[in-house]
């Protein structure tokens, strides 16, 4: 799919399927896309660099065929460039990798860009932002974690917020902050004032019973129409 969240500049919302029920996984995507998710995020763990296990390149695939819509993968996994081919032919849209599981953050960046995707970095919210910085050229997006990786559903950490004015300067106009974590209509706006772009927000839409509803308290949040 050609990636048209970066043609706009206006703040998106990603919704997680790993909230989802994957037994329906078609059903959920449409739903929530119908909704007004803006595109899907997916995280990828690996039971290694985090503690817990979630999905691969086969439910990648799956999301692929079941919806057309822009997959943003966050890979929350030891060796990014040892699997990132399988997940870009499994139809990934973007990548955004670990700088604590690389040791070379920038020459990473590269070597994923080939494969034909975007690229983006993250960091775990202990980790000094300082690590980041030599990459920032070779990205199309910072994912700012306002969790710790590995779980949903777990509450919002404000110190994620300083972070994401200290980053939003250094970024230029064509690349996008994104934060995960904790995100709903109690702290989409803070994250927005913070220069955040782009909210994955899992459980908020998918738990929601109204998923429409969900999604417009989401927008209403961040002052945009329905």
């Known amino acids: 799919m050609v990636p048209a969240p970066y043609r706009s500049t206006d703040r998106m ?17 449409d739903d929530v896309l119908t909704a007004g ?3 899907i995020h997916v995280d990828i763990m690996d039971g290694h660099f985090v503690p817990n296990i979630s999905f ?4 990648t695939e799956a999301a692929r065929k079941a919806s057309p819509a822009y997959l943003d993968l966050h890979l929350m996994i030891s ?14 849209d973007a990548l955004t990798f670990h700088v ?3 040791s070379d953050a920038k020459a990473t960046a590269r070597e994923i860009r080939k494969l034909g ?9 202990g980790t000094p932002l300082e690590t980041i910085w030599p990459a920032l050229d070779d990205v199309d997006l910072v994912l700012v974690m306002s969790v710790e990786p590995g779980f949903s559903g777990q509450k919002f950490m404000p110190d994620a917020l300083p972070r ?3 980053i939003r300067p250094r970024l230029r106009a064509d690349q ?18 913070a220069g955040v772009d782009w909210f994955v927000c899992a459980s908020a839409i998918f738990d929601a019973t109204d998923r429409k509803a969900a999604v417009a308290e989401l927008r209403a949040a961040l002052g945009q129409a329905e």
């Open 117 to 125: 995707c975007r690229v983006g970095i993250t960091l775990k919210p």
């Open 56 to 59: 691969g390149p086969h439910l």
């Open 176 to 193: 996008r902050l994104e934060i995960d974590g904790g995100i709903h209509r109690s702290t989409i706006r803070p994250a927005a004032d």
């Open 13 to 29: 919302i990603l919704a997680s399927i790993l909230s989802a029920d994957l037994g329906h996984l078609a059903n959920e995507i």
């Open 100 to 102: 604590e599981a690389v």
């Open 37 to 39: 998710a803006d595109f």
């Open 164 to 166: 994401a004015r200290q």
């Open 79 to 92: 060796e990014p460039l040892k699997y990132a081919p399988a997940f870009v032919k499994a139809g990934a």
